[in-house]
């Protein structure tokens, strides 16, 4: 898994995204309505515990990052 900053052709607006693999990547980039720049897991902790907006399994639990679970649970 890895994380990207997902921002719209002609936009500023970021957004911190997450994907399975590299094909994952690969098919969310195939309409060219987006532009990724991949970042380091820190720089995704980071974003996160900045308050950015991002669609990933990231969040803070009592100043903790932690990651959800796809079902959800811890």
Not at 21 to 30: C, E, I, M, P
């Amino acid at each position: 898994m890895f994380y990207a900053l997902r921002r719209r052709a002609g936009s500023d607006r970021q957004i911190l995204v997450e994907f399975k693999g590299k094909r994952a990547l690969q098919a969310a980039n195939t309409t060219g309505e987006n532009v990724f720049s991949i970042v380091c897991a820190d720089a995704a902790h980071t974003w996160v515990r900045q308050g950015n907006e991002h669609e990933t399994g990231l969040y803070i639990d009592n100043g903790l990052l932690r990651y959800a679970a796809p079902n959800g649970s811890d």
